[in-house]
């Protein structure tokens, strides 16, 4: 049973430029959350999706975005990047969406630094 | 709107000390509450979750409703607790299953 990866872990973006980030979901796992954690917060909830369809979304703006794949991986796009959105990204897959019955298992992070 | 406190940042204590992570949340309806820790170099992992009232590494915590809080607590601390710990809170609401979390406390154990 493979875990969550998360790929890249570090990249550098220019304020205005598109990012992606992907992320592949533990094996057996229909259900991927996004977190963007800001240096010194804890994992601030953007989006999840629950077998390609987007089941939830926090309080961030349309530029965020996301998808997931039939193979329920899953990919997070952020459009006309800001200095503050520099932060750790968390991707998260669980067996489904009723929290109290499931565990969430994180990957390591992508790393992004805006400039 | 739905919240959780941390209020310690960093605590330290000496091994064989009793250790008592503090956690309290704002919610309007019946919450589920975890807590999560980050060993250094490792990523995110569930600790524990109050509906199923364990005991995961010797940590317990106790949901108290009353008070809204949710402390992580363990009798006698060891060198390898120390690590990042995040309390956090479901919200179901709209957004099945999403975690809302506190900011974290650093748990130093020193010898």
């Known amino acids: 049973e493979t875990g969550v990866t998360q790929s890249p872990t570090h990249l550098i973006k220019t304020r205005g430029q598109q990012v992606t980030l992907r992320c592949s979901s533990q094996s057996g796992h229909n259900t991927v959350s996004w977190y963007q954690q800001a240096l010194g917060q804890g994992p601030q909830f953007i989006f999840q999706?629950?077998?390609?369809?987007?089941?939830g979304r926090g309080n961030f703006p349309p530029r965020f975005s996301g998808l997931q794949f039939p193979n329920y991986s899953s990919e997070l796009n952020v459009n006309a990047l800001e200095l503050d959105d520099s932060a750790l990204y968390l991707c998260?897959?669980?067996?489904?969406?009723?929290?109290?019955?499931?565990?969430?298992?994180f990957g390591q992070g992508t790393r992004l630094t805006v400039v | 709107a739905q919240r959780v406190t941390q209020p310690e940042k960093l605590l330290s204590v000496f091994k064989g000390a009793p250790v008592e992570l503090k956690c309290n949340y704002s919610?309007?309806?019946?919450?589920?509450l975890f807590w999560y820790v980050q060993y250094s170099r490792q990523r995110l992992q569930l600790l524990l979750r109050?509906?199923s009232r364990e005991s995961i590494k010797g940590f317990t915590a106790d949901l108290n409703k009353g008070e809204t809080s949710f402390h992580l607590k363990k009798p006698f601390a060891q060198e390898e607790d120390s690590a990042m710990y995040y309390c956090a809170l479901s919200d179901y609401g709209g957004s099945q299953g999403n975690l809302i979390f506190g900011k974290g406390t650093k748990l130093s154990v020193k010898p």
């Open positions: 109050h509906i």
């Open positions: 998260a897959s669980s067996p489904g969406v009723s929290v109290s019955n499931t565990e969430a298992f």
């Open positions: 919610y309007s309806g019946s919450p589920e």
């Open positions: 999706y629950y077998r390609e369809e987007e089941n």
